[in-house]
């Protein structure tokens, strides 16, 4: 097998520069989704497992190559947009607990920076159908 030239490789690397932004049309872009979440509530012995509607998908973010102490850098991430809460009734509560909890469905998305307040903008965060509690899952929601 013989060496590649230096000027294939060269022409090939400045190719895959040029095209990197087309690449970016494959990825998926921020909308809502269907999404298995999960909700508990301290107190209650179960936790119940649905699907509704999450943001998800690509947002174009850049890194600079010089990073300014004077500057900030803001990296934008899909998130809600558009939402309404929806409130749903957990089961087998003990009296004194109240049942009920509060989720955000996603009504549309945007690329945004992130809002704590609604998001999860962890690198590493748990899986949104994670549960501490015994899983009940509800299917016809």
């Known amino acids: 097998m013989s060496p590649v030239p230096a000027c294939t490789l060269l022409t090939f690397l400045s190719l895959c520069h040029l095209l990197a932004p087309t690449w970016a049309v494959y990825l998926q872009p921020c909308e809502p989704i269907n999404q298995t979440i999960s909700v508990e509530k301290e107190g209650c012995p179960k936790c119940l497992v649905f699907q509704t509607t999450t943001c998800s998908g690509h947002c174009i973010t850049k890194e600079p ?72 899952l509800l299917f016809d929601y």
């Open 65 to 136: 190559v010089y990073k300014s102490p004077l500057s900030m850098l803001y990296q934008h991430v899909c998130t809600y947009r558009g939402v309404r809460y929806e409130t749903i009734r957990l089961p087998d509560c003990p009296r004194g607990v109240d049942p009920h909890v509060t989720y955000p469905v996603a009504l549309s998305c945007s690329c945004g920076l992130c809002t704590m307040d609604t998001s999860d903008c962890t690198i590493e965060s748990l899986q949104p159908d994670f549960c501490i509690n015994q899983r009940t």
